[in-house]
């Protein structure tokens, strides 16, 4: 299972937010790219981008700190953004910039054809975002909350083709209160897809659990603000997963 470190941008830096508030904000790196390079050198696998400026305007805001960011270690791991990519045209200059995987979130909750014609368009780099709160999705950088269930929708969008679905417990992003080991666990049962796990990381006790069920369909878990305040250090929660998916727990 991979441990995927977060760079959160807002205004060309790198932040943590407290339950997607973005007066709750807490800057960790004024360079994006030498964060980047921070988590590629102490062995990250892969990392996840989200645009906080584009999840609430509509479209990307930061992409000078992206563009920064695939220069450093694009080549060297893939790279997954989410945040305001809400057309084909935005996808389409995304993937030819180098990032491995855009993230569609509102937009596919809001326009499912929008995600149906990516995934035709652009099969294998088409990730959807689910943010859920107490089993209900949630919109527009989390500020709305849908009647929509996650398992229903999830089922929906994998019959699109998607490559897998982040599951977020917002009530737990960036809390430091551990992941919704079980409600990540049944959504991955309900699907062929894999699962990225999101929101509350906060110690080796978390890692441990969510490796646990891993066989499950849990591919990977994202990791915020532990790995930044030093709560989690990252290379002991990959090393610590590693050696669990070759047998030693």
């Known amino acids: 299972m991979l441990i995927i470190p977060a760079i959160d941008l807002k205004n060309g830096q790198c932040v943590r937010l407290k339950q997607g508030l973005m007066d709750q904000a807490t800057i960790f790196?004024?360079?994006?790219?030498?964060?980047?390079?921070?988590?590629?050198?102490?062995?990250?696998?892969r990392l996840h981008l989200v645009d906080l400026d584009g999840?609430?305007?509509?479209?990307?805001?930061?992409?000078?700190?992206?563009?920064?960011?695939?220069?450093?270690?694009?080549?060297?791991?893939?790279?997954?953004?989410?945040?305001?990519?809400?057309?084909?045209?935005?996808?389409?200059?995304?993937?030819?910039?180098?990032?491995a995987y855009v993230i569609i979130g509102t937009a596919a909750?809001?326009?499912?054809?929008?995600?149906?014609d990516a995934c035709a368009a652009f099969p294998g780099h088409i990730l959807v975002g689910l943010d859920a709160k107490d089993g209900k999705v949630a919109t527009d950088g989390w500020s709305k909350l849908t009647g929509h269930e996650v398992v229903d929708l999830a089922k929906k969008f994998e019959d699109y083709g998607?490559?897998?679905?982040?599951?977020?417990?917002?009530?737990?992003?960036?809390?430091?209160?551990?992941?919704?080991?079980e409600a990540t666990?049944?959504?991955?049962?309900?699907?062929?897809?894999?699962?990225?796990?999101?929101?509350?990381?906060?110690?080796?006790?978390?890692?441990?659990?969510?490796?646990?069920?891993?066989?499950?369909?849990?591919?990977?878990?994202?990791?915020?603000?532990?790995?930044?305040?030093?709560?989690?250090?990252?290379?002991?929660?990959?090393e610590t997963a590693d050696r669990w998916t070759q047998g030693g727990a």
Request: proline letters at 3%; glycine letters at 12%.
């Open 185 to 238: 666990r049944t959504l991955a049962q309900a699907l062929t897809i894999p699962v990225i796990a999101s929101g509350g990381l906060s110690s080796l006790a978390d890692v441990k659990a969510l490796c646990a069920v891993e066989a499950e369909g849990i591919v990977g878990a994202i990791a915020g603000r532990a790995i930044y305040d030093g709560s989690l250090k990252f290379q002991s929660a990959q």
């Open 162 to 181: 998607v490559e897998a679905i982040i599951y977020t417990d917002i009530g737990r992003d960036g809390m430091l209160t551990g992941v919704n080991v």
């Open 29 to 45: 790196s004024e360079s994006p790219a030498e964060q980047a390079r921070h988590w590629l050198n102490q062995g990250a696998r």
């Open 55 to 99: 999840a609430f305007a509509g479209q990307p805001k930061n992409e000078a700190a992206i563009r920064a960011i695939l220069a450093e270690v694009g080549d060297k791991i893939p790279v997954q953004l989410g945040g305001g990519i809400r057309d084909l045209d935005t996808i389409e200059r995304c993937l030819n910039e180098g990032l």
């Open 109 to 116: 909750v809001k326009n499912p054809g929008l995600l149906h």
